[in-house]
C-alpha cells in the first residue's frame, strides 16, 4: 500500500468531515412567530444586558456591591454550542450574589446529530432549568430543574434532526447561592456534536479511498 495515498484518502476524510460538520442554523422565532429568541444576563447592582438578535445572543453582566459581593453572569453561542454561565466572587455581606441569566433560542440543524448538555449548579440556590422543545407542538423532549430533584450536576445527549426545528430554553434564574461557599463558574452548556453513524460512515469513507489507490 502507498503510505502518501493513504494519509492523502484519510486528509480527505477529515477534509469531509470538516466540510460537512453540523451547524445550528438560528431562527428568531418559532414557527408560529408566537415566541421569539432572546436572551439576558443581569448581576445585581449592574445592567441587564438584553439581545435579541437570535445569530447573536451573546449578553454579559457584572456587577459588585457590599452586600453580595462580586458577580459575573453570561449568556453566549456559537455555530456549534450555546451556554449559560455565572461565577460569584465569596465575598459580601449576605454570603451569596444574586443575579442571573435565561437564554430562549428557536434553531434547526444542518445534518442529523445530537445535543450534548452538560452543567453544574451545585454552587447556586437550584433556581436552574433547561428545556427542548420540538416544534411545532412545543412537545418537550427533554427538561432538567434544580427545584424539582433533577441533579445538580451532570450530562446527557439527545438526538436532533435535520428539517425540524427545536426550542432551547435555559437559564440559571434566580441567585447564586453558595451551599459551601462554592466560587466555581455554574453553567449549563449545549454543544452540537456529530451523531456516533456520522463518524462511523467517515471513517468508513477514509478506508474505502485508501483501498482504491493500493
Known amino acids: 500500500?502507498?503510505?502518501?495515498?493513504?494519509l492523502?484518502?484519510?486528509?480527505?476524510?477529515?477534509?469531509?468531515?470538516?466540510?460537512?460538520?453540523?451547524?445550528?442554523?438560528?431562527?428568531?422565532?418559532?414557527?408560529?412567530?408566537?415566541y421569539s429568541s432572546f436572551a439576558y444576563s443581569y448581576a445585581y447592582?449592574?445592567?441587564?444586558d438584553i439581545s435579541y438578535d437570535s445569530g447573536n445572543l451573546n449578553t454579559a453582566s457584572g456587577a459588585y456591591s457590599a452586600y453580595f459581593g462580586g458577580l459575573d453572569t453570561s449568556t453566549?453561542?456559537?455555530?456549534?454550542?450555546?451556554?449559560v454561565q455565572g461565577?460569584?466572587?465569596?465575598?459580601?455581606?449576605?454570603?451569596y450574589g444574586y443575579g442571573g441569566n435565561l437564554l430562549q433560542?428557536?434553531?434547526?440543524?444542518s445534518q442529523d446529530a445530537q445535543l450534548l448538555i452538560s452543567w453544574?449548579?451545585?454552587?447556586?440556590?437550584?433556581?436552574?432549568?433547561?428545556?427542548?422543545?420540538?416544534?411545532?407542538?412545543?412537545?418537550?423532549?427533554?427538561?432538567?430543574?434544580?427545584?424539582?430533584?433533577?441533579?445538580?450536576?451532570?450530562?446527557?445527549?439527545?438526538?436532533?434532526?435535520?428539517?425540524?426545528?427545536y426550542g432551547l430554553v435555559m437559564g440559571l434564574n434566580a441567585g447564586f447561592f453558595p451551599f459551601y461557599f462554592d466560587t466555581s463558574t455554574q453553567f449549563i452548556d449545549v454543544q452540537l456534536v456529530p451523531a456516533p453513524g456520522a463518524v462511523a460512515l467517515f471513517g468508513g469513507a477514509g478506508l474505502l479511498a485508501a483501498r482504491r489507490r493500493r
Request: charged residues 10%.
Open 76 to 83: 453566549s453561542q456559537t455555530a456549534t454550542s450555546m451556554n
Open 87 to 95: 461565577t460569584w466572587d465569596g465575598t459580601g455581606i449576605a454570603a
Open 45 to 48: 447592582g449592574g445592567v441587564t
Open 105 to 109: 433560542q428557536f434553531f434547526t440543524v
Open 120 to 165: 453544574d449548579f451545585s454552587g447556586t440556590d437550584l433556581f436552574a432549568q433547561a428545556l427542548v422543545l420540538e416544534d411545532p407542538g412545543l412537545g418537550s423532549i427533554f427538561t432538567l430543574d434544580g427545584l424539582a430533584g433533577d441533579p445538580a450536576t451532570g450530562s446527557t445527549t439527545i438526538d436532533v434532526f435535520a428539517g425540524q426545528q
Open 1 to 6: 500500500m502507498n503510505l502518501s495515498k493513504t
Open 8 to 34: 492523502f484518502g484519510g486528509a480527505l476524510a477529515c477534509a469531509g468531515l470538516t466540510a460537512n460538520a453540523q451547524q445550528f442554523i438560528y431562527s428568531a422565532t418559532d414557527t408560529s412567530g408566537a
